[in-house]
């Protein structure tokens, strides 16, 4: 008999030996007894219910439950020195679709176990086979009123009885039964943890009446009936929500307590002359905004805010404008960048709105001028040498780099504030990177983001920063209007789309023309590729007619490519026009000379990656074209089309598209020609994605401490839990009231804590 388990934090090898606890590990990552048993059931099936066939993937890896319809042996073509040999093609049903499994070996047996009739959990890969869908070699385990010749596993046919039965998120490697298995040795030992003290206070518990830890963890995996089920969701939901909104709140408490350089604004300074030397008047949410800021820059608490703003809505010079009151008060500022070309971009547009007042130690410079200093990991090595001398001796007052920023190497004089734009590009781990370059003293964080995000989402990702938001765009901006472009069925469309961008073009605008997919450089690996990737075994393209289109006979074709499509548009449709390559696997500076040449006309149309997702500004490119739109995220597709429409003249984005109307991908192009608001469709993004996903770039930790909340659906909840967190933590900061509540958030954050305690 096994020692009771008392923690969730307890190993799976002493739990379940070391062979179980290693395949755990590396098939799905479980190391502790808390991740076995938040590894919870996708579905149950209740009893007599089969499987719906219909809705199978081709792909996915499935357990099913379905009967048995027949069961054939079929002669396989005879291969010299093999003998004779056969297959088994066994069909199941669910009462409307069917399925094939299909047997090479061990067919005897399995003749003797499927019965026409008898119903079974059967558990493999979905693949094709003419046409049809199959499971070759799945596992097998029948239900109890097989034939009594087979080879019935009891402890199954116990948990058959049941009236719902689990079914675990599983791998051809790792069933589903060996995963309720492992839980149910598990739950069997987790008698004493009923003992220990829950971490929910227990007025949380009772007003909200929910279930006991142990109780809920129970139920989820072996529930009674849906309600039971719906208890135990409902605690551990809280569970989810309350842990992070109270790590959040500790966070957010001793970050106000640390000791921050007042930073306050000088009159005279630099800030001052560059607002005089501004070409536009600010809009009314910038000098809105911009106030906070300065005023949250002059007080002795680091600042911690983020600031969302639609595409275009101007929120750089905002960032400009609070690094250059934090020079004149004798600090430093960084900005990080997401991109390369984002770094470079914002470096030039920089030292460009400065002027003199960024040539420090140069001829002509202004009379108090600092210094601007690039850092990415391109920079040469002299330059390097050089810049990292002026960013520890201070006389870069504002530096501006990528990832680079983050070495060690990287010495700042006086850090006083970080700017980090394009937030959804980083974790909270490279914010505190750079954070903790600043001496003694915190410095003050900005984090800018253009993907606008819901506030459930806000609180639950960004749950330590105070938001800002700018609403408006700057007058004088024309909409974008957006259209989707059915190339397969409409082929004249497409043509007239590349019309377009020659119309645009001669008329003194630029263009993009946006891909998937890079292609073939010899030597190198795609790497920026839409966030939609999916299918894998694509046919070739066909190219023919001058425009990219057409499916191989296989059914698919491979997304289409940067390259290719660039080639055929030049001896094409844009013949004639100058086209550029803008892609990942360029050298930086190619990259940056194509840019260069780019933003001042020399290149009429761009054809590119998603590199120039995020930031790029030059207004004068009215159009972009968007090849295999359905590729892209609905975000993104939003974050791309802000790259036009930023002049005076109107934007206009084509969303080329072959995916069938009113199928989903159809539909969520749709919604992206429909609306401009990009809250609206970081609603819709969210909600056609796992919570998981949302979290992944932003939590650190091998798995998302966020399994059955829904950051939409659960807003009531999330909100709830950060008031009641929030008043916990302000009460006890140490939490030295509530041990067993100290102890979940370091389990449930795992490696997450690490970072949530530094502060
Ligand atoms: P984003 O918020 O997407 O980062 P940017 O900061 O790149 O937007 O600003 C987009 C463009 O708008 C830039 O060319 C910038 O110079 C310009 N801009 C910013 N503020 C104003 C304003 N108040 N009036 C006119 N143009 C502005
Ligand atoms: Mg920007």
């Known amino acids: 008999m096994l020692p009771g388990v008392t923690t969730l934090s307890e190993s799976l090898t002493r739990v379940l030996g070391p062979r179980t606890a290693k395949s755990l590990d590396t098939i799905f990552g479980l190391r502790t007894v808390g991740d076995l048993l938040r590894h919870y059931p996708r579905r149950y099936y209740t009893r007599g219910e089969l499987t719906d066939l219909s809705s199978l993937r081709e792909g996915d890896h499935v357990t099913v439950l379905a009967r048995v319809v027949t069961v054939a042996e079929i002669p396989l073509p005879p291969v010299p020195g093999k003998g004779r040999r056969s297959r088994l093609e066994v069909v199941v049903t669910d009462d409307r679709a069917k399925l094939i499994l299909t047997f090479f070996s061990g067919i005897g047996r399995y003749r003797r176990v499927l019965r026409p009739d008898v119903v079974g959990m059967f558990a493999g890969t979905v693949s094709s086979f003419r046409g049809r869908r199959q499971l070759v070699h799945p596992e097998c385990e029948m239900l109890p009123g097989a034939p009594p010749n087979a080879d019935l596993n009891p402890e199954l046919a116990a948990e058959f009885a049941a009236e719902m039965t689990p079914v675990y998120p599983a791998s051809a490697r790792f069933s589903s039964w060996l995963i309720a298995k492992s839980v149910k040795t598990v739950l069997d030992t987790l008698d004493t943890l009923d003992a220990g003290e829950d971490p929910l206070p227990a007025e949380l518990r009772e007003r909200e009446g929910l279930y006991g830890r142990a109780e809920a963890l129970r139920a989820i995996h072996r529930p009674l009936d849906p309600a039971d089920l719906d208890r135990a969701r409902k605690r551990l939901k809280w569970d989810e929500a309350f842990l992070l909104q109270a790590a959040l709140a500790r966070r957010r408490l001793a970050a106000a307590a640390m000791p921050a350089m007042p930073r306050p604004h000088v009159d005279g300074g630099i800030a001052d002359e560059f607002d005089a030397r501004l070409p536009f008047t600010l809009t009314n949410g910038q000098v809105e905004v911009g106030e906070t800021i300065a005023t949250e820059l002059s007080c002795a608490s680091p600042m911690h805010r983020l600031l969302q703003g639609e595409v275009g809505s101007g929120k750089t010079v905002i960032a400009i404008r609070a690094m250059l009151q934090v020079v004149d008060a004798g600090g430093q500022a960084a900005l990080l960048a ?48 050089a810049a990292l001398s002026d960013v520890f001796t201070g006389d870069a007052g504002i530096v501006i780099g990528t990832h680079a920023l983050l070495e060690e190497q990287v010495q700042f004089a006086d850090l006083g504030l970080v700017v980090i734009d394009e937030q959804h590009r980083f974790g909270v781990e490279q914010r505190d990177a750079l954070r903790a370059k600043a001496a003694d003293n915190r410095p003050h964080v900005l984090v800018m983001t253009a993907t606008p995000i819901p506030r459930t989402v806000a609180m639950t990702v960004y749950g330590d920063l105070e938001t800002a938001t700018l609403t408006e765009l700057p007058a004088g901006r024309s909409a974008i209007a957006t259209h989707v472009v059915p190339a397969a069925d409409k082929p004249r469309y497409l043509e007239r789309a590349w019309e377009r961008v020659r119309e645009e073009v001669g008329r003194g605008q630029q263009a993009y023309v946006v891909c998937p997919r890079i292609g073939d450089v010899p030597g190198s690996p795609d790497s920026d590729e839409a966030g939609y990737p999916g299918e894998d075994d694509f046919g070739d393209v066909d190219m023919t ?35 550029g390559i803008l892609h990942g696997r360029l050298h930086p500076e190619e990259k940056d000379r194509v840019m260069r040449e780019f933003a001042a006309g020399q290149i009429d149309v761009l054809v590119a990656t998603t590199v120039i997702e995020v930031g790029v500004d030059v207004p004068n490119a009215t159009v972009m074209v968007i090849m295999d739109a359905e590729r892209f995220g609905v975000s993104q597709l939003h974050q791309l089309r802000g790259r036009v429409g930023r002049g005076t003249a109107a934007g206009l984005c084509l969303l080329v598209t072959e995916a069938p109307p009113a199928s989903p991908a159809r539909e969520r192009l749709d919604a992206v020609a429909d609306t401009l608001d990009g809250f609206k469709l970081s609603r819709l993004d969210l909600a056609q994605r796992r919570e998981g996903d949302v979290l992944g770039a932003a939590q650190a930790g091998r798995q998302s401490s966020l399994k059955l909340l829904q950051l939409l659906k659960d807003e009531d909840l999330i909100r709830q839990a950060r008031q009641d967190a929030t008043q916990v933590v302000s009460a006890d900061p140490q939490l030295t009231a509530h041990p067993a509540l100290r102890e979940a958030i370091d389990e449930l954050l795992g490696v997450q804590a690490e970072y949530l305690d530094k502060t």
């Open 338 to 385: 997401p991109t390369e070309v984002l770094a470079q971009q914002h470096y030039r547009s920089i030292t460009d709105m400065l002027g003199p007042l960024a040539r420090q130690g140069q001829l002509g410079a202004a009379e108090h001028a600092t210094g601007v200093a690039l850092l990415t990991g391109s920079v040469g090595a002299a330059a390097r040498r």
């Open 545 to 579: 007619g001058g425009i990219p289109r057409g499916v191989a006979p296989g059914g698919r074709r491979q997304p289409l490519a940067v390259i290719d499509v660039a080639a055929t548009l030049d001896a094409g449709p844009l013949a004639g026009l100058r086209l």
